[in-house]
């Protein structure tokens, strides 16, 4: 079992940043893909951010050029770093960790941090 807790988020002005952060409790993090969604009132919940065991990071198009994904296996933690916000970013972000295993695969959600961009 693997607990995931997000923290960073907040209300923050157009064109401001935030760093969110997930914290995991997994001692094998490092097997883990990592990801970030976000889900706004009455839209479904999209994949914002996803970063590899390997690092290897894909990002949505609304998002490219604007968050980094980042991890630090040491820490067992994964970030996003948002820059020049938007009111469309507001949404609850959430945190995935995944893994695949012989079974099938194992995934973790944390419980959301809410995000709100306005001036």
């Known amino acids: 079992q693997v607990q995931l807790e997000e923290s960073g988020g907040g209300l923050v002005q157009p064109g401001g940043s935030l760093r969110l952060s997930c914290a995991a409790s997994a001692s094998l993090f490092n097997m883990y893909a990592m990801g970030w969604y976000r889900q706004a009132p009455g839209k479904q919940r999209d994949l914002v951010a996803s970063i590899t065991k390997g690092g290897m990071t894909s990002y949505a198009d609304s998002v490219k050029g604007r968050f980094t994904i980042s991890r630090d296996n040491a820490k067992s933690t994964v970030y996003l770093q948002m820059n020049s916000l938007a009111p469309e970013d507001t949404a609850v972000y959430y945190c995935?960790?995944?893994?695949?295993?012989?079974?099938?695969?194992?995934?973790?959600w944390g419980q959301g941090t809410q995000v709100t961009v306005s001036s």
């Open positions: 995935k960790a995944s893994r695949q295993v012989a079974m099938g695969q194992l995934v973790y």
